[in-house]
């Protein structure tokens, strides 16, 4: 019931542009891609890219880096069909709070109770700093019009049903 609300909130915020904003949230930090799609018609905006990250920390600096249960699926609305070789797999990303404004839509706690995972569902609300591998801006626009009846999270690897 808590999550659904704050889902609610985080969708409102953003479907409103931000008129009366609550829960505002974003994420920040180190991630590994692991899958990529085209966004359809049926998804919460298209065209754009639907990226799965893994989140990863290193826990020292002697340490590798290894996976934290914290799966980000980033929605990248584009100005067309998107190139899905953006990244390669395995590219690892790194979200900053200023530069990436990478806000929360969705939340959800998948995978088993003795191994829970928390996947988040974020849309950038600045474009500037998300670049390809050679350090070039992404082709990224405002997302219009919306699905609002979109299912999350959108990658089926990442729901409970």
């Excluded at 659904?4 to 609550?22: E, L, S, V």
């Excluded at 990226?51 to 609305?77: F, G, H, K």
Aim: glycine content about 4%; some cysteine.
């Amino acid at each position: 019931e808590q999550l659904a609300a704050h889902n609610w909130h985080f969708k409102r915020n953003y479907i409103t542009n931000f008129q009366d904003p609550h829960a505002v949230t974003y994420v920040e930090g180190t991630y590994r891609l692991t899958h990529a799609r085209s966004l359809t018609p049926a998804d919460f905006f298209h065209p754009g890219l639907a990226l799965r990250v893994q989140a990863i920390v290193q826990t020292d600096e002697l340490a590798r880096p290894s996976p934290y249960p914290v799966i980000l699926e980033i929605l990248l609305p584009t100005d067309g069909e998107p190139d899905r070789t953006f990244y390669p797999e395995s590219h690892t990303l790194e979200l900053k709070k200023i530069d990436h404004r990478a806000m929360v839509l969705h939340a959800a706690k998948i995978g088993s109770a003795n191994e829970p995972t928390v996947c988040l569902t974020v849309v950038p609300l600045a474009f500037a700093n998300y670049l390809d591998p050679e350090g070039r801006p992404l082709p990224l626009s405002a997302p219009d019009p919306l699905n609002v009846t979109a299912t999350f999270p959108v990658m089926e690897e990442n729901r409970d049903d």
